[in-house]
């Protein structure tokens, strides 16, 4: 086991040690269902296109999310090909199904900060920002909570998330796509 991963077990060790317990046990895997497939971002996403006053924001938000989805999914969770901690450290007990894919980087952490990347650039309501970042906070520690990413691939994630969703805001900004746009918005 290399320096690293070393320091990400202590940490998921200790969270495991001292956090669990019935009640986060409920919550944490709740969210992380919600977070599933990136399926709460996808159906924020789809609202947000769906309403006419949002689609803009829909548009940059698909971007997002399909970036993020390529970036994650399809290059590095294959290239890295890091095994989950769970796999790992023996007699670690998973309270929800066992993920497939590789650890590194989470894909819950990333496409929940794509999301809020691109909330925070372009949504004016303070309530809608706040939502979303503790959402994608909860989102990112639920996956350390229930012991199947390491703490790197979460920090990792939120990068990427964030780099997805500015990149997303570059393409809307720099209009790269002007008949995908209906409008700038204000």
Same mark, same amino acid.
């Given at each position: 086991m290399n320096f690293l991963t070393s320091i990400d077990i202590s940490i998921l060790n200790f969270i495991r040690e001292n956090l669990?317990?019935?009640?986060?046990?409920?919550?944490?895997?709740?969210?992380?269902? +919600? /977070?599933?497939?990136?399926?709460?971002? %996808? *159906?924020?996403?789809?609202?947000?296109?769906?309403?006419?006053?949002?689609?803009? +924001? /829909?548009?940059?938000?698909l971007i997002a %999310? *399909?970036?993020?989805?390529?970036?994650?999914?399809?290059i590095l969770k294959p290239l890295v090909g890091r095994i989950r901690p769970f796999d790992l450290v023996s007699g670690i007990r998973i309270i929800i199904n066992k993920p497939r894919d590789f650890s590194f980087p989470s894909g819950h952490t990333s496409i929940s900060f794509a999301f809020l990347t691109v909330i925070l650039f372009f949504v004016r309501s303070k309530k809608f920002k706040i939502f979303s970042a503790i959402l994608a906070i909860l989102m990112a520690f639920s996956r350390l909570y229930l012991y199947v990413h390491y703490?790197?691939?979460?920090?990792?994630?939120?990068?990427?998330?964030?780099?997805?969703?500015?990149?997303?805001?570059?393409?809307?900004?720099?209009?790269?796509?002007?008949?995908?746009?209906?409008?700038?918005?204000?």
């Open positions: 669990t317990n019935h009640f986060l046990d409920m919550i944490m895997t709740t969210i992380t269902k +919600l /977070g599933d497939g990136g399926n709460i971002w %996808i *159906i924020l996403t789809i609202f947000f296109l769906v309403k006419k006053e949002y689609r803009s +924001l /829909g548009k940059i938000l %999310i *399909i970036t993020n989805a390529i970036v994650v999914n399809l703490p790197s691939d979460v920090i990792a994630g939120a990068i990427i998330g964030y780099l997805c969703g500015l990149f997303a805001k570059k393409v809307y900004e720099k209009n790269l796509f002007k008949s995908f746009f209906d409008k700038k918005i204000e």
